[in-house]
């Protein structure tokens, strides 16, 4: 048996309610699953399609704000870029790479993304 795709990536955040609201507002991206159980929440979301977050309290030993390099797709970058702007989002580029364009932001505790065009 191989492992066919990746489910879902963890991202620890101080506050999962303040992680939600960027996710779902300032990026758009949709609240797939919300439960808690206990002391824990299952916060996941992500787009129509692939691979999707989960916004986690750190594991004891972690931090939030640790998660860099996440390439999220855009068949737009310079509309995306300018709505995450608008967003309040601070975004640098789009910068030309030998790869292709992209842009590069944080979210409200530090973890980093890239944006690819």
């Known amino acids: 048996m ?3 795709t990746v489910k879902t990536v963890t991202v620890f955040v101080s506050d999962q309610d303040r992680a939600r609201d ?24 992500g787009a129509s ?3 999707t977050l989960v916004l986690h309290k750190p594991f004891p030993g972690t931090s939030a704000g640790g998660g860099q390099g996440t390439l999220f797709a855009s068949d737009d970058l310079d509309a995306d870029v300018a709505r995450l702007q608008s967003a309040g ?3 640098d580029g ?3 790479m030998p790869w292709g364009r992209q842009a590069v932001f944080a979210d409200p505790d530090g973890n980093g993304y890239v944006l690819q065009g």
């Open 2 to 4: 191989a492992i066919q």
């Open 22 to 45: 960027f996710y779902v507002d300032a990026l758009g991206l949709e609240v797939k699953t919300d439960q808690t159980f206990g002391d824990n929440r299952w916060l996941e979301v």
């Open 49 to 51: 399609e692939g691979t």
């Open 89 to 91: 989002v601070v975004v």
């Open 94 to 96: 789009p910068t030309e």
